[in-house]
């Protein structure tokens, strides 16, 4: 029996896993990712085809058919039957803007793909932080059960000599109650987010090994310095590098591409003959010129995008590392000031406590000793997950 148990307990220890470890698995599992790996190969391909020339075109002629006798292709010399091909070749340079305007879109999938990998990082973070949470929450109420259960069973042992007693012992009773419904309540919320997890990671039982715990926050200027690391805003640089290859590749469509068509003629009766012809389009309504200009604006929009996002990334960073300190600062506080003054409190009144004269106020202390545990524990995991979110702000995984 003591060997299944060992057996069960390392299991469960090798199902622990760490959140850095928990990212590093699902980054290279999640079905989210490899959709965009797909989409990243697709681009390979059309970036080999951006080097191409157009397909030339056959075109197969019989010419003068005779009603009469259709058949008869010896009547006179205008009858004949002809392979035509014909080849349209890009203008200087074209191929190049091409398929550097591929290659921009491409980039603009990379930094997607980044952007999902910071988001899924960001969430196993979260989760698991939120796990963690409750968790300790749940720590809490069975630790204050049993404190409660101990009030209760005081309480009995003076009912017979204090009327006020009894009243007192119901009042713990319901106190009781409540912790029950708060535990089942926070059990509930574990499973969901318990699930939560295991989609994010692929991987069912997972434990997080991270410790429930705070440092000293990092200051603004660090995450500020990172800024240019987020992979949106490399987005929307990326977009507009893609813009501006438009405009050029765009720019060049006003020069029309030449073609050559070259024909074998076959005639029965008379000598074959072949021919060639040049042509090009005449770009006389200046449809290339309005595209070129209508390219220009779309890169001085994505430009404008691109500084406004920056703008907007900076704005978000400072509103969440307020928010980040303020819950640093709440914790410091009631770890460092409620709960001692309490604590104090408690010893104030341990001998009347003890003597049962009492024991009201022990049930009120008590509460009010939960309900800022648990505030505590708010103020950290609040703490935790901002900081999950900073961390993606500034394009981190880990």
Same mark, same amino acid.
């Not at 949106?232 to 765009?250: I, K, L, P």
């Given at each position: 029996?003591?060997?299944?148990?060992?057996?069960?307990?390392?299991?469960?220890? =090798?199902?622990? %896993?760490? $959140?850095?470890?928990?990212?590093? *698995?699902?980054?290279?599992?999640?079905? +989210?990712?490899?959709?965009?790996?797909?989409?990243?190969?697709?681009?390979?391909?059309?970036?080999?085809?951006?080097?191409?020339?157009?397909?030339?075109?056959?075109?197969?002629?019989?010419?003068?058919?005779?009603?009469?006798?259709?058949?008869?292709?010896?009547?006179?010399?205008?009858?004949?039957?002809?392979?035509?091909?014909?080849?349209?070749?890009?203008?200087?340079?074209?191929?190049?803007?091409?398929?550097?305007?591929?290659?921009?879109?491409?980039?603009?999938?990379?930094?997607?793909?980044?952007?999902?990998?910071?988001?899924?990082?960001?969430?196993?973070?979260?989760?698991?932080?939120?796990?963690?949470?409750?968790?300790?929450?749940?720590?809490?109420?069975?630790?204050?059960?049993? =404190?409660?259960? %101990?009030? $209760?069973?005081?309480?009995?042992? *003076?009912?017979?000599?204090?009327?006020? +007693?009894?009243?007192?012992?119901?009042?713990?009773?319901?106190?009781?109650?409540?912790?029950?419904?708060?535990?089942?309540?926070?059990?509930?919320?574990?499973?969901?987010?318990?699930?939560?997890?295991?989609?994010?990671?692929?991987?069912?039982?997972?434990?997080?090994?991270?410790?429930?715990?705070?440092?000293?926050?990092?200051?603004?200027?660090?995450?500020?310095?990172?800024?240019?690391?987020?992979?949106?805003?490399?987005?929307?640089?990326?977009?507009?590098?893609?813009?501006?290859?438009?405009?050029?590749?765009?720019?060049?469509?006003?020069?029309?591409?030449?073609?050559?068509?070259?024909?074998?003629?076959?005639?029965?009766?008379?000598?074959?003959?072949?021919?060639?012809?040049?042509?090009?389009?005449?770009?006389?309504?200046?449809?290339?010129?309005?595209?070129?200009?209508?390219?220009?604006?779309?890169?001085?929009?994505?430009?404008?995008?691109?500084?406004?996002?920056?703008?907007?990334?900076?704005?978000?960073?400072?509103?969440?590392?307020?928010?980040?300190?303020?819950?640093?600062?709440?914790?410091?506080?009631?770890?460092?000031?409620?709960?001692?003054?309490?604590?104090?409190?408690?010893?104030?009144?341990?001998?009347?406590?003890?003597?049962?004269?009492?024991?009201?106020?022990?049930?009120?202390?008590?509460?009010?000793?939960?309900?800022?545990?648990?505030?505590?524990?708010?103020?950290?995991?609040?703490?935790?997950?901002?900081?999950?979110?900073?961390?993606?702000?500034?394009?981190?995984?880990?």
């Amino acid at each position: 029996m003591r060997v299944f148990l060992l057996t069960l307990v390392s299991a469960g220890l =090798l199902q622990a %896993q760490s $959140i850095n470890q928990l990212i590093d *698995y699902s980054l290279k599992k999640h079905p +989210s990712l490899l959709t965009i790996q797909h989409r990243l190969s697709a681009m390979d391909d059309r970036i080999t085809k951006s080097r191409n020339w157009s397909n030339p075109e056959l075109v197969l002629n019989i010419n003068d058919i005779q009603f009469d006798d259709p058949t008869d292709r010896t009547l006179e010399p205008m009858q004949y039957q002809a392979i035509n091909v014909r080849q349209r070749f890009p203008w200087f340079g074209k191929i190049d803007a091409k398929e550097h305007f591929t290659r921009a879109q491409k980039n603009v999938i990379l930094d997607s793909y980044d952007i999902a990998k910071v988001k899924l990082a960001e969430e196993i973070r979260s989760t698991s932080y939120t796990i963690l949470e409750i968790k300790e929450r749940i720590h809490i109420v069975r630790q204050y059960e049993k =404190l409660t259960k %101990q009030n $209760i069973s005081l309480y009995d042992a *003076y009912t017979a000599t204090d009327k006020m +007693s009894h009243s007192n012992s119901m009042a713990a009773e319901l106190m009781l109650s409540r912790l029950h419904i708060r535990k089942e309540r926070y059990k509930a919320v574990l499973k969901g987010q318990e699930a939560k997890l295991a989609y994010l990671v692929q991987k069912k039982n997972t434990v997080v090994s991270d410790r429930f715990r705070i440092n000293k926050p990092r200051s603004l200027g660090y995450y500020l310095s990172h800024l240019g690391n987020n992979p949106a805003y490399h987005r929307t640089v990326s977009q507009t590098r893609v813009a501006n290859a438009n405009r050029e590749m765009q720019a060049l469509e006003v020069n029309p591409d030449p073609f050559v068509q070259v024909g074998y003629f076959n005639r029965q009766e008379h000598p074959d003959y072949a021919s060639i012809s040049v042509g090009f389009s005449l770009p006389v309504y200046g449809s290339e010129k309005l595209e070129t200009e209508a390219a220009r604006k779309d890169a001085l929009a994505a430009q404008s995008a691109s500084l406004d996002y920056r703008d907007a990334l900076e704005s978000e960073i400072r509103i969440n590392y307020a928010k980040m300190k303020e819950a640093y600062s709440i914790y410091g506080i009631i770890q460092n000031d409620s709960l001692p003054k309490l604590q104090h409190m408690f010893e104030l009144n341990e001998a009347s406590i003890e003597s049962g004269e009492d024991l009201f106020t022990y049930t009120s202390l008590l509460e009010q000793k939960l309900d800022l545990v648990e505030e505590r524990t708010v103020a950290k995991a609040e703490y935790l997950r901002i900081k999950a979110k900073l961390k993606s702000l500034i394009g981190e995984t880990k």
